[in-house]
C-alpha cells in the first residue's frame, strides 16, 4: 500500500510559482515529510523536509496543514533547470520497524518550458 | 567530500553472468539502500542494511544479493543476470531510517544481453 500519493506529472513555464500536492492520509505521529528532486541520470537529492507548518529553505517551501495528511512543496520562479521528478516520502527517524524504510513512490515529472 | 560512490558507472552483462556492483560511503552512516529504477519509474527498494554485518530485504529483492561486512560499504550481487535486471541501480546512505536525509550516488547503468 503506497504511503504517499502525487500527480504522475506538472507543466510549468519559467518565472512561475509551482506548486505539487502530496496525500498522506495514514501519515504517523513520529513521521516527518520529506522531499528528493532527482534530475535525469543522477541520483536522488534532498530538498527539504518539515512535520508541521511551513518550513523554508533557499531552495523551496513546504507547507503542513494541521492535520498533516497532505503537504505542499511550494517551487518559486521555476526555470528550465528545476525540470525534474519531485518524490514525497513520509517516515520516522525515530521508529524501528521493515516499514519505516525510504520507500519512494513514482513521483512528480515537472516539466518547465521556456 | 566523496559521499556515496558506486562502482561502475556502466556495466554490460550477457545473461547468465554474474557481477557486484559496490557502493561506499564515507560518512558513516549506519543504513545503506540499494534501488533499481527502470525507465520512466520511479526507485523500488531492492535491499537494505541497518547496521554492519545485517542485510533486510526490501520490495524487489528476487535474484539479488547483498552484503554489508564493513560499515563502510555494501555490496550488491546478480549471481545469474537476466534481461528483466536491465536498469539503473542506485545507492543510499543515512544516519537514520524513513525520516532522515539520505544521500545517492550516482548510479550505475546495467544492460543485460
Known amino acids: 500500500l503506497a504511503k504517499t500519493t502525487q500527480p504522475i506529472s506538472m507543466d510549468s513555464y519559467e518565472g512561475q510559482e509551482v506548486n505539487i500536492t502530496c496525500s498522506h492520509n495514514?501519515?504517523?505521529?513520529?513521521?516527518?515529510i520529506t522531499w528528493y528532486q532527482q534530475f535525469p541520470s543522477q541520483g536522488p537529492r534532498f530538498i527539504i523536509q518539515?512535520?508541521?507548518t511551513k518550513v523554508t529553505n533557499e531552495v523551496a517551501s513546504l507547507f503542513i496543514p494541521a492535520d498533516r495528511k497532505s503537504s505542499t512543496l511550494s517551487l518559486p520562479r521555476v526555470s528550465l533547470s528545476d525540470t525534474a521528478v519531485y518524490y514525497c516520502?513520509?517516515?520516522?527517524?525515530?521508529?524501528?520497524?521493515?516499514?519505516?524504510?525510504?520507500?519512494f513512490g513514482g513521483g512528480t515529472r515537472l516539466m518547465v518550458k521556456p | 567530500n566523496a559521499g556515496v560512490t558506486q562502482t561502475p558507472k556502466f556495466r554490460v552483462l550477457k545473461t547468465g553472468q554474474s557481477m557486484t556492483l559496490l557502493c561506499a560511503q564515507d560518512?558513516?552512516?549506519?543504513?545503506m539502500y540499494w534501488y533499481r529504477q527502470d525507465p520512466g519509474m520511479g526507485l523500488r527498494l531492492i535491499h537494505y542494511s541497518v547496521g554492519e554485518g545485517t542485510t533486510a530485504k526490501g520490495e524487489v529483492p528476487d535474484g539479488y544479493n547483498v552484503s554489508r561486512l564493513k560499515k563502510q560499504n555494501f555490496l550488491l550481487g546478480l549471481e545469474s543476470a537476466a534481461p528483466s535486471q536491465t536498469s539503473v541501480y542506485f545507492c543510499a546512505s543515512s544516519y537514520g531510517r524513513g525520516g532522515t536525509e539520505a544521500f545517492f550516488g550516482q548510479g550505475t547503468r546495467l544492460t543485460v544481453v
Open positions: 560518512m558513516n552512516h549506519e543504513y
Open positions: 495514514n501519515i504517523a505521529t513520529n513521521d516527518y
Open positions: 518539515g512535520y508541521k
Open positions: 516520502l513520509v517516515g520516522s527517524p525515530h521508529t524501528h520497524n521493515a516499514g519505516n524504510m525510504l520507500t
